[in-house]
């Protein structure tokens, strides 16, 4: 790990309607990590990564990535700067194809390696390949979740902000979405995880962040965390 992470967020505050749903929250991603962030529903998790993706305003705080201030980038300069997010729901273009979904994704790049990214992005997920030429709404709901990360990867992110990538999916799919997680990262993204599954979020992840009514109650170790009482009793069914 370098001195300077890759993402640092210092004292962040988001609200809604004048109701604080983010209250002072500070954390960081240091580069080739797997961050998660756990919490109940409403603590705040996915409005953190709405602000950092610029599609949220913050009240105040500062987030810097690789030392540059994100907060003076609209969001479409921050996936220039290497930040996707993919979000709750997916939220891919149901009328066009998997492969205009994916170029899409790539539009604003002018280097020469977009072909074989795409490549990249069927070897991960070779069903996307099968179904390339299909409509994004005829897809499965685990197809699209693939297509979803497939398409952030075709902006060559370096920080991946993924929010519930096992909604809704079979235990079968979820397993193999945290499969393909693990292998971007190693890969050498580093990804900042939203996920209701906190056993399989907090296996997968370096470290981890428990957030309550918007802060941040416990912080640590990944693989010390899922043994901590408090985290036992509320998210991993122990007492």
Not at 76 to 105: C, K
Not at 178 to 193: E, H, K, P
């Amino acid at each position: 790990m370098t001195d300077q992470p890759l993402l640092e967020v210092s004292d962040l505050w988001v609200s809604y309607d004048r109701i604080n749903a983010v209250r002072g929250v500070s954390f960081a991603v240091e580069a080739g990590e797997i961050v998660t962030l756990i919490g109940a529903n409403g603590a705040g998790k996915s409005t953190i990564l709405r602000a950092l993706s610029g599609l949220l305003p913050v009240a105040r705080g500062r987030i810097f990535l690789s030392g540059e201030d994100l907060l003076q980038l609209p969001a479409h300069l921050r996936v220039l700067r290497g930040v996707a997010h993919v979000p709750e729901g997916r939220g891919i273009f149901g009328n066009l194809t998997v492969l205009e979904n994916l170029r899409l994704a790539a539009y604003v790049r002018r280097d020469g390696q977009v072909q074989g990214d795409l490549e990249e992005v069927f070897q991960l997920f070779p069903r996307l390949k099968e179904r390339r030429h299909q409509w994004g709404n005829t897809l499965s709901g685990g197809e699209q979740q693939m297509l979803a990360v497939g398409r952030a990867l075709m902006s060559r992110a370096n920080l991946l902000l993924l929010d519930e990538p096992s909604m809704g999916l079979s235990p079968l799919l979820v397993r193999e979405i945290f499969r393909v997680i693990r292998r971007i990262n190693r890969q050498g993204a580093a990804i900042l995880l939203v996920e209701q599954n906190a056993n399989l979020a907090l296996e997968v992840a370096h470290r981890a962040y428990i957030l309550e009514t918007g802060e941040i109650a416990l912080s640590g170790a990944a693989a010390e965390l899922r043994h901590h009482p408090q985290v036992l009793e509320a998210y991993l069914g122990g007492s």
